[in-house]
């Protein structure tokens, strides 16, 4: 059973510190998207690749927010410095339009917390 | 721009009980999809269903039951017979166009079911 995996699945970290968030898509999918999950705010994208090209990154916070496919198994996303309100978690979510009917397939997320 | 609105912040049942949960979706675009997913306590996001603009024939799928209705923007959800497992938050969420672009959720629907 194809699953989309993320690491790690917790991070406890100090302001100021750089985050890094990993993703592995589901092999064959070509769409990768970031989201945050926040009391406040609910689920929202952040960023998302076509293969391995940033299609949009408006949702980003571009100081200190970037996401990279370095390779088509793997999607990072880092901050850098890190601040208390970023503080979420980060879903990872890939697809493909050849799998009928399309759906997103989401990570188990990366819970944060920034001290 | 598009909007999901779940207006039911929150909904309390007793097992064996029937329970919709509502939402309401803007969008300029023609051509769009709708979906619901299902995030337990475990924090995971699950799948449920998918439809797109051009179909509203209501769907069962074994207690699970789908009402897209294009004249009031409105694509509810209904568990028949709720059961303690369906204890969750439901999101509701839109994507445009071919279903291949980024989806917009709603702030979710938390549904606890008591025994």
């Known amino acids: 059973d194809a699953r989309v995996t993320q690491t790690p699945r917790h991070k406890v970290t100090e302001m100021g510190q750089e985050v890094t968030m990993r993703c592995q898509p589901i092999?064959?999918?070509?769409?990768v998207f970031w989201y945050r999950q926040t009391m406040m705010q609910g689920l929202e994208l952040l960023a998302y690749?076509?293969?391995?090209?940033?299609?949009?990154d408006s949702g980003m916070p571009k100081d200190r927010f970037s996401a990279e496919m370095p390779d088509a198994t793997l999607a990072t996303l880092k901050i850098q410095p890190s601040e208390p309100r970023d503080s979420a978690v980060y879903f990872c979510?890939?697809?493909?339009?050849?799998?009928?009917?399309?759906?997103?397939?989401f990570g188990p997320g990366t819970r944060l917390t920034v001290t | 721009a598009q909007k999901v609105t779940q207006a039911q912040t929150e909904i309390s049942v007793v097992e064996k009980e029937d329970v919709t949960l509502d939402c309401v979706y803007e969008?300029?675009?023609?051509?769009?999809?709708l979906f619901w997913y299902k995030q337990p306590p475990s924090g995971e996001l699950v799948f449920l269903i998918r439809?797109?603009?051009?179909?509203?024939q209501n769907e069962i799928s074994g207690r699970y039951s789908w009402n897209f209705q294009k004249s009031t923007s409105s694509f509810n959800f209904t568990i028949t017979a709720s059961q303690v497992v369906d204890s969750a938050v439901y999101f509701c969420?839109?994507?445009?166009?071919?279903?291949?672009?980024?989806?917009?959720f709603g702030k979710g629907t938390m549904l606890l079911v008591s025994p």
């Open positions: 969008t300029r675009d023609t051509t769009y999809y």
């Open positions: 439809r797109n603009s051009f179909d509203e």
């Open positions: 979510a890939s697809g493909t339009r050849d799998r009928v009917p399309y759906e997103q397939y």
């Open positions: 092999l064959g999918h070509n769409t």
């Open positions: 690749f076509r293969n391995r090209a940033p299609l949009d």
């Open positions: 969420a839109l994507s445009e166009d071919s279903g291949y672009s980024t989806l917009t």
